[in-house]
């Protein structure tokens, strides 16, 4: 069993940055992948971003590319996302999940995973 624990959202400017962090515990993260969706009010939860630790290759939606940069912390077990040029329609509630990848994974699907966090609300005012 993973458990992930978010935090760092909160309310920001837009154009201003915040830094989200993902703390496992229960199992070390060094084989899996982990992802960053959100979820706006009224809308489905979609992708962000994601990394494979052990390779450390990274995804992103193409609304995040250039702004958003997903980081892995080994020894904190940790994943981070730092938002930059945040924009009011980045406002939603972040989670992070985690799942052991198989042959034919899909990073930027939510149902690949299997640990989710509790969620960190961001809201960037315009």
């Known amino acids: 069993q993973v458990q992930l624990v978010e935090s760092g959202g909160g309310l920001v400017q837009a154009g201003g940055s915040l830094r989200l962090s993902c703390e496992a515990s229960?199992?070390?993260?060094?084989?899996?992948?982990t992802g960053w969706f959100r979820q706006a009010p009224g809308k489905e939860r979609e992708f962000v971003a994601a990394?494979?630790?052990?390779?450390?290759?990274?995804y992103y939606a193409d609304s995040v590319k250039s702004r958003f940069t997903i980081l892995r912390d080994r020894n904190k077990n940790t994943v981070f996302l730092q938002m930059n040029s945040l924009k009011p329609d980045d406002t939603a509630v972040y989670y992070c999940a985690a799942a052991a990848p198989k042959l034919g994974f899909i990073y930027g699907r939510s149902n690949e995973y299997a640990y989710w966090g509790q969620g960190t609300q961001v809201t960037v005012s315009s």
């Open positions: 990394i494979r630790w052990s390779e450390d290759i990274t």
């Open positions: 229960g199992r070390t993260l060094s084989t899996y992948a």
